[in-house]
């Protein structure tokens, strides 16, 4: 077996891709991952390539991260061909190949943007997943909603423990051009505070201290917006639990210093 079939986490990201693809979240090459691995990947590196972001905080590290173009129902099959890590450089201004796929997602600097705030806020959390999740992005057309607060407040009390798993509740990036820096570094901005960031009419990211566990705070997030899209289809304007059911809620399982309406 070779060290790349060998690396921490690359069962977590082929498995991970494949669930994507189960879920019809990422159609297409839709969506990608990366994950900062913990002890440097021991290769030589390949050329030096600019970064358009200062990423200190992972001056040194390798990453993993998805190959452009690819589709999340092959990666399984193919990881070495689809996932492709990478080292950042001393500086944190550059990036250079270190094995598997040689041409990563165009939202690397992106991706890099975020790992970075993620290093510095919640070093624990190595692993960012972007999909397109429809009852999510559906979210982003309904007047009634509109911000992250809103949705937060108007979702995540419609089923009792989704709260208890995101009692932060989630960020919101207004319009920006799908793979570009600008999103990352609105997305950046908000991962000190949120599990999970919704990017307007495009989808949304989660972290985790892997991709299953980003994974899990998808399906929490995804669950409660299919419950809000079904009672609406029932022509049922929803509620969900009252204010004080949810401090209850949060105060028994020790949650509600983290809570955020
Ligand atoms: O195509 O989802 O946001 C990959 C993407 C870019
Ligand atoms: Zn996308």
């Avoid at 999970?196 to 705070?217: E, I, P, Q, R, S």
Wanted: aromatic share 8%.
């Amino acid at each position: 077996m070779s060290l790349f079939d060998q690396m921490p986490g690359l069962a977590d990201f082929a498995t991970t891709a494949h669930w994507l693809s189960l879920r019809g979240w990422s159609e297409g090459a839709g969506g990608n991952m990366s994950v900062r691995l913990e002890h440097p990947f021991d290769a030589r590196p390949g050329e030096e390539i600019d970064l358009p972001v200062h990423v200190p905080h992972l001056a040194g590290m390798s990453i993993m991260f998805t190959g452009s173009g690819t589709r999340a129902r092959e990666t399984a099959l193919h990881p070495a061909r689809d996932i492709g890590v990478y080292q950042i450089g001393a500086d944190g201004k550059s990036y250079a190949w270190l094995a598997g796929n040689q041409k990563p997602t165009i939202e690397l600097p992106a991706h890099c943007a975020i790992h970075n705030a993620l290093a510095k806020h919640r070093p624990e959390d190595r692993a960012i997943m972007h999909t397109h999740p429809a009852n999510l992005i559906a979210l982003c057309h309904d007047p009634k909603l509109g911000d992250g607060a809103k949705i937060s407040d108007t979702i995540l009390r419609l089923q009792s423990e989704a709260l208890l798993h995101l009692p932060e509740g989630i960020g919101y990036v207004p319009h920006q051009f799908p793979g570009s820096l600008d999103l990352g570094l609105a997305s950046a901005k908000l991962v000190d505070r949120h599990r999970l960031v919704l990017w307007h009419m495009h989808g949304c990211l989660a972290t985790g201290k892997d991709l299953a566990t980003a994974f899990d705070y998808m399906e929490y997030f995804e669950k409660c917006a299919g419950i809000y899209w079904a009672l609406r289809a029932a022509g049922i304007n929803p509620v969900g639990m009252s204010d004080e059911d949810i401090k209850k809620t949060l105060i028994h399982f020790g949650q509600l210093d983290r809570y955020r309406p």
